[in-house]
Nanobody
Framework: QVQVVESGGGFVQAGASLELSCEAT????????MGWFRQAPGKEREFVAA????????YYADSVLGRFTISGDNAKNTVYLQMNNLKPEDTAVYYC????????????WGQGTQVTVSS
């Protein structure tokens, strides 16, 4: 089994920054990469960003490109999401996933961390 734990959410005003962190523990030897998805109230879960360890390839949703940066440490099975210039539409529960397929999903998920951006 793989355990995934996110941290770093919070309540901020528009224009502010937050950094989310995620760590995966357990049977992580198949971990090809990690990523972030989010789900706003009344909406489906959507892709935010992903990093594939081989070649350190990164992927972003158009809505966050230029504002969010994903980074991570393969050896530590950790991933970070630096979020700048936050907007009210970024308000959502942010989920970290392991063994990610960019824009699609992943095999293991965390419980999520709430990000709320006020206007």
């Amino acid at each position: 089994q793989v355990q995934v734990v996110e941290s770093g959410g919070g309540f901020v005003q528009a224009g502010a920054s937050l950094e989310l962190s995620c760590e995966a523990t357990g049977r992580t030897f198949n971990n090809n990469g990690m990523g972030w998805f989010r789900q706003a109230p009344g909406k489906e879960r959507e892709f935010v960003a992903a990093i594939i360890w081989s070649g350190n390839k990164v992927y972003y949703a158009d809505s966050v490109l230029g504002r969010f940066t994903i980074s991570g440490d393969n050896a530590k099975n950790t991933v970070y999401l630096q979020m700048n210039n936050l907007k009210p539409e970024d308000t959502a529960v942010y989920y970290c996933t392991v063994e990610v397929v960019p824009e699609s999903g992943g095999d293991y998920w965390g419980q999520g961390t709430q990000v709320t951006v006020s206007s």
